[in-house]
C-alpha cells in the first residue's frame, strides 16, 4: 500500500518559516519524481516545487522563499518555506511520480497570519 503523509504543518506568522515533510512507504522512493503542489480556497491546485529522482530542482515557482530537497535513504522530501506571506495559505499536498504512477499525501494545512 502507497502511502504519502505530510507533516509540519501550522500556523505562522508573516515572515516566519516553516518545513513540511512528506514520508513515503510502498513505493520505491529514489526512482520517483517528488513535486509539492499547493492550493488556496477558491484556487486551483498549483505547482510549487519539483525535485528529480537524482536530486535535481527541475521547478521552482518561488525561488528564493521555498526550497524542495529530498533525502532517498529517508524516503522523505521537504519544503523548506522562508519569508511566509498571507499568501501562502493553503493546503499544501506532496506526489510522488514515475511515467504513469502517480500518487498523493492528504495535504497539510498553512496558514500565515498574524
Known amino acids: 500500500q502507497v502511502q504519502l503523509v505530510e507533516s509540519g504543518g501550522g500556523l505562522v506568522q508573516p515572515g516566519g518559516s516553516l518545513r513540511l515533510s512528506c514520508v513515503a512507504s510502498g513505493i520505491r522512493f529514489s526512482i520517483y519524481r517528488m513535486r509539492w503542489y499547493r492550493q488556496a480556497p477558491g484556487k486551483e491546485r498549483e505547482l510549487v516545487a519539483s525535485?528529480?529522482?537524482?536530486?535535481?530542482i527541475d521547478y521552482d515557482s518561488l525561488k528564493g522563499r521555498f526550497t524542495i530537497s529530498r533525502d532517498n535513504a529517508k524516503n522523505t522530501a521537504y519544503l523548506q518555506m522562508n519569508s511566509l506571506k498571507p499568501e501562502d495559505t493553503a493546503v499544501y499536498y506532496c506526489?510522488?511520480?514515475?511515467?504513469?504512477?502517480?500518487?498523493w499525501g492528504q495535504g497539510t494545512q498553512i496558514t500565515v497570519s498574524s
Open positions: 525535485i528529480t529522482s537524482g536530486g535535481s
Open positions: 506526489n510522488a511520480n514515475f511515467y504513469t504512477s502517480d500518487y
